[in-house]
Structures are given as structure tokens and as C-alpha cells.
């Protein structure tokens, strides 16, 4: 008999606000492989962070999820999305404004397109939230890793301003409900 230590992955693209804060929430996951925070959605080869923040790139600031479908289902990774974020209001989270911080999922296959449309029409006739969802679901096109100071930015900047009043509670938050889904142990690169 052979030893099978291959991973059959998948990959999961969203946009939910801030990639640091997307970042820092599902690379805690069990069955999440890794978390690359990068650009997709817009209209410009190769953008880099400032000219995304300018809002003209068409870009938002994605997470790229890979992950091993056997611990943690792209229905699980949806509802984390889904409850982590604001999915009522176009193009902001909080104090971030901008194109680049809508609410958006890029499904990689049918199966994504289908999962995605049916939760958010789910989360929308629920109730759960006082105005309607807005959330883009869209076919993935290009992906442009973002510059490597922001990866792991949140592990590597706890301290800094933002990480500490804005990424530091909601993280603590999200451990607090999903805490039966973390990983045990954390590998910064």
C-alpha cells in the first residue's frame, strides 16, 4: 500500500472589507491551507495596493482560500463570510470606504455560483438584517497577489493602530462563536 499524503484542495475568493481583516480570520481555520490577500475584480494588469486604494483599478481586496474540503466545506467557509462581515452596505465596512472593500464572492465553479446564490438568498429572506444583501456574486477572472507586507499582516502588526482597534476585537469575536473550528496550532511564513 502506498501512503497517500496528497491534499485534494479547493479555493474560495472573497471580499469582505479589509483583506487584513479577512486574512487574519480564516487562516485560523482548521482544513484552511493557506490565506493570500490580493486584488481581483477590476480592469488594470498587475495593480499595486495604492493604486487600488484609489478606487479606480476596479479592484477589490480579496482573500484567496485554499483549503482541504475533507475538514472544512465551501458551505462552512460561506457562512463565516456571511457572519463576519457587513453584506448591506456597497462598497464599505465600517470606517473603510471604497470599491475596494465591497462585498463580493468570486465562485471558481457552478457548484460555488449555486451555494453562494442560495445562502444569500437564504440570509436575505431570513430577517437577519434590517436592509438588503448586496453581496456581488461573481465569476473568478484574474487574481493579483497582494504585495507580500500584507500577508499575515495582522500576526506580523498586532500593535499597529488599525490591528488593534479594528482587527484585534473582531478576531476575538469570531474565535469566540467559530471556536470549534479553529486550528490548534498557528505557522506564520
Not at 495596493?49 to 484567496?64: D, P, Q
Not at 453584506?87 to 470606517?95: M, V
Not at 434590517?130 to 498586532?158: L, M, S
Request: glycine fraction near 8%.
Amino acid at each position: 500500500m502506498g501512503n497517500d499524503s496528497t491534499i485534494k484542495s479547493d479555493v474560495a475568493t472573497f471580499g469582505s472589507g479589509c483583506f487584513w481583516c479577512t486574512e487574519a480570520i480564516f487562516e485560523g481555520l482548521k482544513g484552511v491551507i493557506s490565506v493570500v490577500s490580493g486584488y481581483s475584480g477590476g480592469n488594470v494588469p498587475n495593480p499595486s495596493y495604492e493604486a487600488v486604494c484609489t478606487g479606480k483599478t476596479g479592484h477589490a481586496e480579496v482573500c484567496r482560500i485554499t483549503f482541504d474540503p475533507k475538514l472544512i466545506s465551501y458551505d462552512e467557509l460561506l457562512e463565516i463570510f456571511w457572519k463576519t462581515h457587513n453584506p448591506t452596505t456597497l462598497n464599505q465596512q465600517g470606517n473603510d470606504v471604497g470599491t475596494q472593500y465591497r462585498s463580493v464572492i468570486f465562485y471558481h465553479n457552478e457548484e460555488q455560483k449555486k451555494k453562494a446564490e442560495y445562502y444569500k438568498e437564504e440570509l436575505s429572506k431570513s430577517g437577519a438584517w434590517d436592509y438588503p444583501v448586496i453581496t456581488k456574486i461573481t465569476p473568478f477572472g484574474k487574481y493579483y497577489k497582494a504585495e507580500d507586507y500584507h500577508q499575515h499582516y495582522f500576526e506580523r502588526n498586532p500593535d499597529q493602530g488599525y490591528c488593534s482597534f479594528v482587527i484585534a476585537p473582531k478576531v476575538e469575536k469570531f474565535r469566540k462563536v467559530f471556536k470549534d473550528k479553529l486550528k490548534t496550532t498557528r505557522i506564520v511564513d
